[in-house]
């Protein structure tokens, strides 16, 4: 049953529309086959299969969209948000500062989640054409415990793998650092805590260096310590 009240307002399934457009419907789950929907406004093109549907879920009733096929809602369809120009922002009203802003995060929430299910696929794939600008920037201005970044692993495969893996793939880039710590803070510049009983704790592979140091170690402030300590406390014989 539809209404349009006084004020212009129109309501579907509601006597007392709240707003210009109110509609009611029921609350599920998006189907994920057959033809029948569980949403409560539907949206399609003239002459076409594909289909934008909205719908809430029951409890906790978050709100849904999904866009399928409406002969076969098994067939899924991608969403274009601001296709030609412009910023999305959540939980930012005025997100003009990247293409997707997110604010407002509350103390208990994460600010973005990724739960990757994939076993052969890359879970954040990063393609930057930067010549000057920092691909990857974290600023953590705030931070008094804790770290900025964890990359953490907790597989017992034995198979051979990195946690992290620089790779700097061009003989021409001559300039480039893989690596490059700047430490301002009266503090350690690297820390390496290894548990490991038969594996290297740092390995140095400098096979094709033919003219350049493997190890460079520059103390040019030093005035008491070591430039270098290695030391053992094994009581192993």
């Known amino acids: 049953r539809m209404r349009i009240d006084h004020n212009g307002r129109v309501g579907i399934s509601t006597a007392s529309p709240a707003v210009h457009l109110h509609v009611i419907g029921e609350a599920g789950d998006p189907a994920s086959s057959s033809t029948a929907q569980n949403g409560i406004a539907r949206f399609e093109g003239t002459g076409l299969n594909s289909v934008l549907d909205i719908g809430q ?134 820390q390496i805590d290894s548990e490991s009983t038969d594996q290297s704790v740092l390995y140095l592979d400098a096979g094709v260096t033919t003219s350049g140091i493997g190890l460079n170690v520059i103390t040019g402030s030093l005035s008491t310590g070591s430039a270098a300590v290695f030391s053992s406390g094994s009581t192993d014989l």
Do not use: C
């Open 57 to 190: 879920h029951a409890s906790p009733y978050a709100m849904w969209i999904q866009a399928a096929d409406k002969s076969n809602l098994a067939q899924f369809y991608n969403i274009s948000l601001q296709p030609v120009g412009g910023n999305v922002g959540i939980g930012d009203s005025n997100p003009d500062e990247a293409k997707l802003s997110i604010g407002s995060v509350a103390a208990s929430d994460i600010g973005l989640k990724i739960d990757h299910d994939q076993v052969d696929t890359n879970a954040v794939f990063i393609d930057a054409e930067n010549t000057t600008a920092i691909v990857f920037d974290i600023q953590a201005d705030a931070l008094q415990t804790q770290s900025i970044a964890r990359f953490y692993s907790a597989s017992t495969h034995t198979g051979s793998r990195n946690l992290v893996k620089i790779t700097n793939d061009h003989s021409s880039a001559t300039g480039a650092k893989n690596l490059f710590l700047d430490q301002n803070a009266n503090q350690t510049a690297l």
